[in-house]
């Protein structure tokens, strides 16, 4: 959805009659030809995210294609595209020299434009226009030629940390419309860098060794940024990250810019902008949310039952001996660790930080990982002593033996998945590597996102379970079927 101070900011500069934005849709051209990226069912891959050397298309969730038109003559974004647009699907613009393809996001501080007639800007500040030729549209995103950067500075460029410029060139943030407004001023990035970071020493010494680019973070937040604090008395380190009150950001979780103060063309001083995670991390404010009481309360109080449900069973010496006890001791011994790990975890909150926190992670997904795999065991074992309506009694040696066949599934599993997570996770950072990282502790002391938690822990248990559906489908067929074939040849017999 749209904000309304961009239909604004979009109506106001018509109104000028500047000739940035001279478009007219009151007589469009038959058969606009647009072209979209990808095919349907699919969007394009964010390569911020990703090592991809090249622009991939990934499944994606929403299946209407419905990008964000706006029409100069309604002064209105449409609920559609035109009927003269014809829609081209997994195409790509040729870029002829000196272009290349770019990879271009929507994002809270500057968006895209696409115009009813088929003509886009990068930057509404931009006077510059792309025609239906030069450019690919994705969902929220788009792929356009754009002029290539300085092939002789290029390979250095690329090796040196990035500082993201919210805005951009020749923009800053205004506070009262809630957006980045365009300035009369003609500085390059590299003299915004100066600009923005020299008021402190330490800041304009690291950044003398980086490059300043345009755009929000890569974070989460779907571009709701908010300002955690000053770049005066922020640190900006080696690697990229700042350091604001104490607290670490990574490169990719922040931008810079200057702040346009409220009824007044006066700039303020330069502002770091993050997620609204962060704000309450610098703040000291914890977040307001039940859950996050409720939840180390849960993990506390079935910590302590399973530790309870432990010493009763141990209390129980003539059970020992049974295998499918034993099964259930490692089972609920798995299960409490896990729920031990998790509720230090949400105790500590963001004070949890570092190896430490990485390690807590670690410790939760083996155990709670070994608790789907001893339960699958236990749905095995289940349906080999029901297989054939003959329960019989093991002989002690063999419980034993079939006890580490157990063990040994029921420990390696786990210790060969989240093993393999601790080792990619562990890996310097290298360029061109395509394997998915769990990224412990980046953003909280658990899995970073959603691909590398289904990757490393949904997947693998949503076969656990599916594999115990059928364990247990197999065995009521036995139960059922096998009563009934009892019952029948008795009654028979008695005849």
């Known amino acids: 959805m749209i904000a309304p101070w961009l239909i604004l900011l979009l109506s106001s500069r018509l109104l000028e009659g500047g000739g940035a934005l001279e478009v007219n849709d009151s007589n469009p051209v038959e058969h606009v030809l647009i072209r979209r990226c990808c095919r349907p069912g699919y969007d394009l891959e964010d390569p911020r995210d990703s090592a991809a050397t090249r622009f991939r298309c990934v499944p994606s969730p929403d299946s209407e294609f419905r990008p964000e038109i ?28 000196p272009h290349e393809l770019r990879y271009v996001a929507r994002n809270q501080l500057n968006p895209f434009i696409v115009f009813a007639d088929g003509s886009a800007r990068i930057e509404i500040s931009s006077d510059d226009a792309l025609s239906p030729e030069d450019y690919c549209l994705g969902s929220r995103t788009l792929l356009a030629c754009l002029p290539r950067r300085n092939d002789s500075l290029q390979a250095a460029a690329t090796m040196r940390q990035k500082i993201r410029k919210c805005c951009g060139e020749m923009a800053v943030y205004n506070i009262e419309r ?61 690697d990229g990250s700042i350091i604001v009150a104490k607290h670490n950001i990574p490169a990719e979780e922040f931008c810079i810019e200057r702040v346009q103060a409220k009824d007044s063309a006066d700039l303020l001083p330069v502002k770091v902008f993050a997620c609204l995670e962060y704000a309450n991390r610098v703040s000291g404010v914890p977040v307001r949310d039940i859950r996050f009481t409720l939840y180390p309360v849960g993990f506390i109080i079935s910590a302590v039952f399973l530790a309870a449900t432990l010493a009763t069973s141990w209390l129980l010496p003539a059970s020992h001996h049974v295998l499918h006890w034993r099964c259930q001791t490692h089972h609920v011994a798995c299960l409490m660790l896990g729920d031990i790990a998790m509720a230090i975890i949400q105790l500590g909150g963001t004070s949890l930080q570092g190896e430490f926190c990485r390690i807590l992670a670690i410790w939760a997904h083996f155990f709670f990982l070994a608790t789907f795999f001893w339960l699958n065991t236990m749905c095995f074992n289940i349906w080999w002593t029901f297989r054939d309506l003959r329960p ?87 139960l059922t079927c096998g009563l009934w074939k009892g019952e029948f040849v008795k009654s028979t017999t008695e005849r």
């Open 178 to 238: 809630n957006a980045c407004v365009e300035t009369s001023g003609k500085a390059s990035l590299e003299d915004e860098q100066i600009l923005l970071l020299g008021s402190n020493e330490n800041n304009g010494k690291v950044a003398a060794f980086m490059e300043m680019i345009s755009g929000s973070p890569k974070s989460g937040c779907d571009g709701n940024l908010t300002i955690i604090g000053e770049a005066r008395f922020s640190e900006l380190q080696s």
């Open 70 to 97: 706006y029409s100069p003559e309604h002064e209105e974004f449409l609920a559609e595209p035109p009927a003269h647009w014809q829609i081209l699907e997994n195409t790509r613009p040729a870029c002829v020299e």
């Open 392 to 478: 019989a009694s093991l002989e002690k040696g063999q419980e034993m033996i079939r006890l580490r066949f157990y063990s040994a599934y029921a420990w390696g599993g786990p210790l060969i998945v989240a093993g393999l997570a601790a080792f990619l996770d562990h890996l310097p950072e290298t360029p061109g590597q395509t394997f998915l990282r769990p990224r412990f502790g980046e953003k909280q002391c658990w899995f970073y996102g959603d691909m590398e938690i289904l990757a490393y822990f949904f997947g693998p248990i949503g076969i656990l379970l599916a594999i115990n559906l059928l364990f247990f489908a197999a065995t009521a067929h036995e």
